[in-house]
């Protein structure tokens, strides 16, 4: 009954069986019903034939007995019949289909003619039989029919058939034997193939390999099978380490790592979890965790947790959980969940970190981050918060408010003598005393190295800015005690309110700023107030600073030379060059106009290099033309930023090698104020300019605060007496006495005295009984372009000759 099974069914033994037994059954089958056509055709078509023979044999000799009527001539042609036992009857008909003559087999069964012709088809039976006209000329007189027996092809039929059967017998045992052989040869390597499977799943051994028994497609199978095997081992062996490795990491991680299934029971944690959580070895529940969660975070975990577990999306949040001894540990958890490759879910992995120390040391960052850490006031960041809160507040409420922006006069002096840790005491007394000068919702900042503002905040009138001004003033004047000595300090203060001056914080602050540097222009130790009429004045300053810039790439400057002249026998000693500025649309525009401009913003240094190279230029080629002596000196004014710019001595050794001017011939003019910003480093740039050969004058001498201790110091040659003592002698006898104490002190200190703004004959002659050495001014000449300068020489030289 197996075979009768559907044959997917079937074992793979069974199914080869099958299908060769079928194959070769019905292709032998097939085979012999072909065969057995062909033969039935064959036989068929040669009984044809035979009849057909026979019928025309008999049916010509049936012509003339039929004609003449001779039914024993037409017997005998009949009786011929019996010579062919297949034949089991004759008949002739006449042309009336009257019977005429009848033949019929000695057989059972075997009927005879019927008397009439039309009577014959109804009895043809399975027989053969042919109808075949007895002609006389062209005329048929008769008709002859002949039936042939089949029986003798039935029996033909049926041994080809009995044979057919035999060789199909034959086959299909064959088939089976061949089938079973080749059954076995097939599914002998399978089932072995099986048997190792089974092996190494029931031992867990993936070392086991199948046995290669043909080199035919089934041994490749077996090598195949054989390296799946080893690809499975050498990945099970990578698993195994990469597990222990894991179990490694996790064991000397310095990160808790836990494992939860799908059912939300926690299945894995490492030593470090238990650390963290310090728990015994034993794996706590997932509830004793969550109960350990300080109650202020514990909403937001169950929240972060329901997004893991129902929306599986990744998690991160720092809590914190609480000790028994109640102390706080912040932890930051990271989690995700975990799916196999059809998605299933297996579970959530994360990890915990402790972060209590960076949770502390961001604490610390933001006090860092928002108070200055040598005075505790608030720095920059926390003030620029509170001024725009600050604003806010005030235009809600439709009050005003004050900012008040510190700069400490003289800091850096007290750095430069005592020392850093004596500027940084001064600067705590300082952050004291402004705190203690405000009230408690007012807020005391330090922006800068010695930078303060204070916000002062429900200001009602402009007066109580005032007093809190003058306060500040008085508490700041007091001297501060360090090192043993008194210290006395002052501020520039900058006041600016809202909303009469602006109420956007950034308009404020530069406000503030524009005030005090407009104090420290006042002689500092005092405080302004930010006025329209100084916004208006800074505007025209941004103007004027563009302004330069075009005057630079446009060439709009020019120079020109005052003639220095000797006030014993008045010959030219040499010139000072002085920067000119004709404006295309503003016409002429004032040196101490723009000067102090280009000094702020650093255009000073294009102009002052500019002014160097042309002046040494052209008064290199008046020496050189023999216009000038040899011993003339152009004098030359540095600005305090070329002054200090690191690249000075380079650029001035490059205009001497450029202009090919005498070193000797270049006289570089400083003013006090430039030297005493850093008395040491400005005498270490003036030994430098020494060693080229190049003089250095002091400008403007007495209207700045230099001490003669420095003085003395400074390696000058020349020392230029300010024009404003010399204007007002001989009116004046204060300016005649510090004149004459300034040209004995300079002599004293082998300098050369140079007397500015000599105008009369007055001034001239008191210049000359005090020795004064040189001097300049409208009385000898105005300043002279190039060419004026030419002009000028060639005239005094002819006038002196004479």
Known sequence: MLFFRPLNSQSLRRKLVIIALLTTGLTLLITNLAFISLEYYLSRQDVDKKLTILGEVISNRASAALTFSDFSMLQTNLNTLNADSS???????ADNQELAAAYTARQENTPGCPPRLHELHGSEGLNFHQFFPVMLGEAPIGTLYIEASHLDLLQRLGQFLFFSLLILLAAVMLAFLLASRLQNVVTRPIQELGNTLRHIMLKKDYSIRANKQSHDELGDLVDLFNTLLRTVEDENASLKTS???????????????????????????????????????????????FARIHLDDLTEAQQAWNKLTCEQESIALEIRLTGKSHEHTWIQVLASALHDRQGELLGYLGAISDISELKAAQLQMENLAFYDPLTGLANRRLFRNRLEKAVKTAQRHQSSMALLFLDMDQFKRVNDTLGHDAGDLMLKEVAHRLTAAVRE????????????????????????????????????????????????TTVSIGITLT??????????????????????ELGRNNFQFFSEDMNRSIMEHLAL?????????????????????????????????????????KGFIPPDRFIPVAEETGQILEIGSWVLEQSCRQISSLIRSKVLPPTTKVAVNLSARQFNDPSLLNRIRSVIEISKIPPQCLELELTESTLMDDVESAIVTMQEIKKIGISIAIDDFGTGYSSLAYIKRFPIDVLKVDRSFVMDIPGDQNDMA??????????????????????TEEQLHFLRRNNCDEGQGYLFSRPLSLAQLHQFLSEHQRRHSD
């Not at 034949?87 to 008909?93: E, L, S």
Request: charge should be negative; aromatic fraction near 6%; glycine fraction near 4%.
């Open 87 to 93: 034949v089991v009857r004759g008949c002739i008909y």
């Open 243 to 289: 597990e222990e490795r894991f179990r490694k990491l996790t064991a000397l991680s310095p990160v808790g790592i836990f494992q939860i299934d799908a059912k939300q029971r926690l299945q894995y944690v490492n030593q470090r979890w238990r650390d963290i959580h310090h728990v015994p070895d034993e794996t706590p529940s997932l509830h004793d965790w």
């Open 441 to 488: 919702n007012d807020t005391v900042s330090r922006i800068g190295g010695d930078e303060f503002t204070i916000l002062l905040t429900d200001v009602h009138h402009n007066n109580d800015v005032l007093v809190v001004a003058e306060k500040l003033l008085r508490m700041l004047a007091k001297p501060i005690r360090i090192k043993g000595q008194d210290i006395v």
């Open 499 to 520: 909303p009469d001056d602006s109420t956007d914080a950034n308009t404020l602050m530069k406000n503030a700023d524009l005030a005090m540097y407009r104090a420290k």
């Open 545 to 585: 600073e563009k302004e330069i810039s075009e005057a630079l790439t446009r060439e709009q400057f020019s120079l020109v030379f005052q003639p220095k002249i000797s006030l014993f026998d008045f010959h030219i000693t040499g010139v000072e060059t002085l920067l000119r500025w004709n404006h295309p649309e």
């Open 738 to 759: 510090i004149t004459a104490a300034v040209i004995a002190m300079a002599h004293k200190l082998s300098m050369t005295v140079v007397a500015e703004g000599v105008e």
